[in-house]
């Protein structure tokens, strides 16, 4: 039981630690760099919550180059974003 209960335990240790990663980014405060910081640390936590806990481990091939589309095409789109968001003045 604990062999199949501990990848849950061990992904969830992850989510709190960058859960308190974020918490304390946003008191120290990264100014410009704050925003790609935060979006790091999302995407880590997606991809730890679809690895995980949306069974992507145990899918078929196809099932995983689906879902990986996907997270490119999301990785693309805050790259677009983060650029139209640094080449803007002040």
Excluded at 18 to 32: D, K
């Amino acid at each position: 039981m604990l062999r199949t209960i501990l990848p849950d335990l061990i992904a969830w240790a992850l989510l709190i630690a960058l859960l308190a990663t974020t918490v304390i980014l946003a008191e120290i405060g990264l100014g410009r760099w704050g925003p790609v910081a935060n979006l790091s640390i999302a995407a880590a936590k997606t991809g730890i919550v679809a690895w995980v806990f949306m069974h992507l481990r145990r899918e078929s091939a196809l099932v995983r180059l689906v879902a990986g589309s996907a997270l490119i095409w999301l990785a693309n789109l805050f790259v677009l974003g983060l650029a139209d968001w640094l080449t803007r003045g002040p």
